[in-house]
């Protein structure tokens, strides 16, 4: 048997040639995510990567698979920032900065969009990693009121419909003004505050008559 014989025999490049079909894959549905949150599909994916539909299958037997091993990672990121707020010397600062922080991440990933405001998605992994969550976020909540200056009924449960409420600017305005979420964020963060303390600068202007007409033209296109 020849060398060339014995390479072609071997079943490592397969093996390469699927780690690279993985990433490939992971890389698209990055991209597609989002983009296009988790109404995108696995064939959407395979498109995307410029790959059969059967190699992506044969990767994520389904979207599941493929949320949690994409999503899962990022609630751990999300995890380690909260973490960090509840270092924060400041309780009210941490609090803040978590909740910016997460609506940013929102505003440019519709894919996150979803893995934290649905439970719809990411069954194993993603779960338990939001189960993880949940404490942190509870005791930093609570140090913010504890502080005097988070009011003293806001709830952690609370915080996802927070989140909602931005989601839904960044959803009417992201193709005309993408960073008008961080106007109203800053209203309902300064509404928040328990004490008298200083309200931030708004950092973005209002839309103008004509562009609100024009995000309003488009929502009732897309509903």
């Known amino acids: 048997m020849t060398r060339?014989?014995?390479?072609?025999a071997s079943p490592r490049p397969l093996r390469r040639d699927a780690e690279r079909n993985r990433l490939r894959i992971l890389s698209a549905a990055k991209e597609v995510f989002r983009e296009r949150g988790f109404d995108a599909t696995l064939d959407d994916v395979a498109h995307r990567a410029g790959l059969g539909v059967g190699t992506v299958y044969r990767r994520f037997p389904n979207?599941?698979?493929l949320i949690?091993?994409?999503?899962?990672r990022r609630l751990e990121e999300i995890e380690e920032g909260a973490r960090a707020a509840?270092?924060?010397p400041d309780p009210w600062h941490g609090f803040r900065q978590f909740v910016w922080d997460i609506v940013e991440l929102m505003a440019t990933?519709?894919?996150i969009r979803d893995t934290l405001l649905s439970n719809a998605f990411g069954r194993v992994?993603?779960?338990q990693a939001k189960d993880r969550l949940v404490p942190i976020v509870t005791e930093l909540v609570q140090r913010a009121k504890d502080?005097?200056?988070?009011?003293a009924d806001?709830?952690?449960?609370d915080c996802p419909m927070l989140f909602k409420m931005a989601a839904s600017v960044v959803e009417y305005s992201q193709d005309l003004a993408p960073d008008l979420w961080q106007r109203y964020l800053t209203m309902l963060l300064d509404g928040l505050r328990a004490d008298s303390g200083e309200r931030r600068p708004l950092p973005v202007p209002p839309l103008d008559h004509e562009t609100l007409d024009c995000a309003m033209n488009a929502w009732h296109a897309r509903r």
């Open 86 to 88: 509840l270092a924060d």
């Open 154 to 157: 806001f709830a952690e449960t």
């Open 63 to 65: 979207k599941e698979h």
């Open 4 to 8: 060339d014989t014995l390479r072609a």
């Open 68 to 72: 949690d091993a994409m999503f899962a």
């Open 125 to 127: 992994d993603v779960a």
């Open 147 to 151: 502080s005097g200056k988070l009011r």
């Open 109 to 111: 990933d519709r894919g």
